[in-house]
């Protein structure tokens, strides 16, 4: 198995089947493992590298204080998703546990306790006929937010020990085209001011750092979106790649960028907001799925039924945008068409400072949220040499979403 920072998403539900027939048919995931107890039912999604575990609490699970402490520390695969306003069981579907792979378990354990983390099972070993895995749960200070990390020894199972091979997995193989290849990034709403704190919980934590979304990007007001109705301040981190006592090495399709988002004061009803509201509190809002070929991803998502929210007209008749695109060699029809947003990076010139003329750029679109509330969603994302979000195409994507949450109190999948 690759080395890496990401393992695979959580997302907790009611209706497991539901949701697993939506990332089959909408999203082009396979389902390749599942397991099944008492108390809960598990299924394994994949598209490449991207890995989504659906877990259902059933019946037999009831949430009294003391069964969650006891299922949580005997079971470290099951862990329950709550409200972080009232300590109550979600209702509705909500992606809780970003679940990652550490190279020293104890050493990010530490790292946690000292840094003021919650420890929900500490390292424990859990195992099958095809070999062992170390394995503990820490508490996010984001939200309804776990972390599962993950130590790989010998093991030579296809998911995790317990998990059993789906008998469908050869066939759905075959339709599998590889236009999703691993998730690029996650990205989590926060409440307002929070994000210093977030930022220097996870440096401690997880010995990850900032990572700039912009060149010109303040410090400490991070990337601003000020436009009208929007208001909106973003920041983003990636693993520390010089760190040995933190998450592994980034340099996979697996490694992992987080990217926070919370409300400027005075904006009134932004998606933020709309987000926290429905959400519950803070949480993961979406996340960026990578592909090789947006427009053909796009295709695809669209055979399957899946909506894409549609970014402003005006984008494609903006005079420098316009040029952009022609200097990397797209016609703006072909982009159009798709809805995909395209954005440039520059070389710098370490000698003079002086950008330089490049063929690096990103391409972006939404999907409109994929459950019923207006809470989680996805991105396609495709790079050319770009390793940041297409800070030119922020605004854009940022207010068609807006537009649609705003006009779409109830907006479905």
């Not at 996870?202 to 010109?216: A, G, L, P, T, V």
């Amino acid at each position: 198995m690759e080395t890496g920072s990401l393992h695979h998403v959580e997302i907790g539900t009611t209706d497991g089947e539901a949701v697993v027939g939506l990332f089959k048919t909408k999203y082009g995931f396979r389902f390749t493992a599942q397991r099944t107890c008492s108390y809960c039912k598990q299924w394994v999604l994949e598209a490449g590298k991207a890995v989504i575990l659906v877990t259902e609490a059933t019946s037999k699970f009831h949430l009294e204080e003391n069964d969650v402490e006891n299922v949580s520390y005997n079971d470290p695969l099951f862990n329950v998703w709550s409200n972080p306003e009232n300590n109550r069981f979600y209702d509705q579907n909500t992606v809780f546990n970003i679940a990652l792979k550490v190279t020293d378990m104890q050493q990010v354990v530490n790292n946690v306790i000292e840094g003021g983390g919650v420890v929900v099972t500490p390292p424990t070993s859990i195992k099958d006929e095809h070999g062992e895995i170390d394995i503990a749960v820490v508490k996010s200070c984001i939200g309804n937010v776990y972390h599962t990390l993950l130590s790989y020894h010998k093991y030579s199972g296809h998911f995790l020990p317990g998990f059993t091979t789906a008998e469908n997995t050869v066939i759905e193989r075959e339709i599998n085209y590889g236009l999703v290849t691993h998730i690029d990034y996650i990205a989590f709403v926060c409440d307002q001011g929070s994000t210093p704190h977030i930022l220097k919980w996870y440096e401690k934590c997880f010995c990850m750092r900032r990572f700039f979304i912009n060149s010109n990007e303040d410090e400490d007001e991070g990337f601003l979106i000020s436009d009208t109705g929007i208001g909106m301040r973003i920041k983003a981190m990636e693993y520390w790649k010089c760190s040995e006592t933190g998450l592994t090495s980034g340099n996979s399709k697996e490694s992992i960028r987080f990217v926070l988002v919370e409300s400027l004061k005075g904006q009134g009803a932004n998606q933020v907001n709309i987000f926290l509201e429905d959400h519950g509190g803070p949480g993961v809002q979406h996340m960026g799925l990578y592909t090789p070929d947006i427009r053909a991803a796009i295709s695809s998502f669209k055979d399957g039924g899946a909506p894409f929210v549609e970014p402003p007209q005006a984008y494609y008749e903006d005079e420098l945008k316009l040029a952009e695109m022609k200097r990397v060699g797209f016609c703006v029809e072909e982009l159009m068409s798709s809805g995909v947003l395209l954005d440039t990076e520059a070389d710098v010139d370490q000698e003079t400072e002086n950008q330089c003329e490049n063929h690096r750029y990103i391409l972006q679109k939404f999907t409109k949220p994929i459950f019923s509330r207006r809470t989680f969603f996805l991105e396609l994302i495709q790079r050319v040499g770009a390793q940041g979000f297409g800070a030119g195409n922020i605004t854009a994507l940022w207010r068609a979403v807006q537009a649609y949450l705003t006009h779409n109190k109830n907006s479905s999948s």
